[in-house]
């Protein structure tokens, strides 16, 4: 089942914060964020395994609740580069297969 | 870094031609995946590898067909395109053992026209 993101699309002015949700109907195995820039590959963030578990640096990080439905990618003091799509995938069990949600759109202005 | 390469940047292709779409991984990675990417749908999965001569069906499949004969590489195969395959296609590779916490690496992707 495919992960519900949101928004679908956000406007920063450089230096901004910015949240992306993935949520889930179900408990989930695992997260992964991924962001894209225009015409090129997607590109791996980091990954959530454990209920609770918050991971990154202070300017990107990400989030894993208790109860591993839901999931938040914090991007904070925006810069220019950050600008692209990102995608949430979610694992159901330990099978390596993921489920992407629809992108967030995250545009970043001067 | 792995690196996953996919052998076409753009393709056009007329209906009813089948087409194949390749893609070759050089770090000896299990696990193989094709996706297509289409405007707020987001990335789904078609099909999927876990070893040589082994596929399982994503959650799009029909239309589609694979092949893996070698664990570089996965082939993604479309018998007789049709306008509504046109899209974006990614292909992806990860490492064993599948689901502890190993990233995903994806290609650059193929951009098919189907006219």
């Known amino acids: 089942q495919q992960p519900v993101q949101s928004p679908q699309a956000v406007i920063l002015r450089e230096g901004e914060d910015a949240v992306i949700n993935c949520s889930s109907s179900?408990?989930?195995?695992?997260v992964h964020w991924y962001r894209q820039k225009h015409g090129e590959a997607p590109v791996f963030l980091m990954i959530?395994?454990?209920?609770?578990e918050q991971k990154g640096h202070e300017k990107i990080s990400a989030s894993f609740n208790e109860k591993k439905q839901q999931s938040s990618l914090y991007l904070t003091a925006s810069q220019l580069s950050y600008s692209g799509t990102y995608f949430c995938?979610?694992?159901?069990?330990?099978?390596?297969?993921?489920?992407f949600g629809q992108g967030t759109e995250l545009s970043v202005k001067p | 870094d792995v690196k996953v390469t996919q052998s076409s940047r753009y393709l056009v292709k007329r209906t009813g031609e089948k087409v194949f779409l390749e893609c070759v991984q050089d770090?000896?990675?299990?696990?193989m995946f094709w996706y297509r990417q289409d405007p707020g749908l987001g990335l789904r999965l078609i099909y999927f590898?876990?070893?040589?001569?082994?596929?399982e069906k994503g959650d799009i499949p029909e239309g589609y067909s694979v092949s893996r004969e070698k664990k570089e590489r996965f082939s993604l195969i479309l018998e007789s395109a049709s306008t509504n395959q046109t899209s974006m296609y990614l292909c992806?590779?990860?490492?064993?053992?599948?689901?502890?916490?190993?990233?995903?690496?994806f290609g650059s992707g193929t951009r098919l026209t189907v006219v």
């Open positions: 992806a590779s990860s490492n064993y053992p599948r689901g502890t916490g190993m990233d995903y690496t």
């Open positions: 179900k408990a989930l195995y695992s």
């Open positions: 959530l395994l454990k209920g609770g």
């Open positions: 995938g979610t694992e159901n069990n330990q099978g390596g297969k993921l489920i």
């Open positions: 770090m000896d990675h299990e696990n």
């Open positions: 590898s876990y070893d040589v001569k082994m596929k």
